[in-house]
């Protein structure tokens, strides 16, 4: 597993090994011991989620502001542009962000420790975006930062206008928004 640094020390770019032959390819995504020894990540991952998008469909930025989850995304099927933003006050990094662009071809993963926001826009037709995380899903604790925020700026690489739920149409600005210590 190839560890690459991002402008965040604690959200990794993490690029696996990918072995392919005439059948197609085999990779390991998830491995405990080389997170522990090699990434020297060690954490307990409770729920592996699964969604599906169209192109232009922007997620986000979701947050747990208890229960905080650690992601680790990747991506089956798709390009997606996959953002995290620093929400731990006592950081010199809050209220910055840091994105990477995770595809099917690409096979890379981002780690992102709890106390961020997340989301992300799909680039392709339909992308498959599968994530680990590290607690469990808490509706009432779950916050959304608003994922076009001045203040934050996500240079998001947008064809047009996102398609958004509800939910993610309200979030909030960081300014009014819940945050760590």
Not at 55 to 78: D, E, F
Not at 131 to 137: A, C, E, F, Q, R
Not at 164 to 181: H, M, N
Request: proline residues 7%; charged residues 25%.
């Amino acid at each position: 597993m190839k560890i690459i640094g991002t402008d965040n020390p604690d959200v990794l770019l993490l690029e696996p090994r990918v072995f392919p032959d005439e059948r197609g390819f085999f990779l390991e995504a998830w491995n405990a011991r080389i997170f522990r020894n090699d990434i020297k990540l060690d954490m307990q991952f409770v729920q592996d989620n699964h969604s599906q998008s169209t192109r232009n469909v922007l997620r986000g930025l979701h947050y747990q502001i208890r229960q905080p989850q650690g992601k680790l995304v990747r991506v089956a099927r798709g390009r997606i542009f996959d953002v995290a933003v620093d929400l731990r006050k006592s950081k010199p990094t809050f209220g910055q962000w840091v994105a990477h662009e995770l595809s099917e071809d690409n096979h890379r993963q981002l780690w992102i420790p709890p106390g961020f926001a997340h989301g992300f826009v799909v680039l392709s037709e339909v992308a498959d975006v599968l994530y680990k995380t590290t607690d469990y899903y808490d509706p009432a604790n779950e916050r959304c930062l608003i994922w076009n925020d001045p203040t934050v700026a996500i240079a998001w690489p947008l064809n047009g206008e996102p398609v958004l739920s509800p939910k993610d149409r309200s979030g909030l600005p960081l300014a009014k928004a819940e945050v760590f210590a």
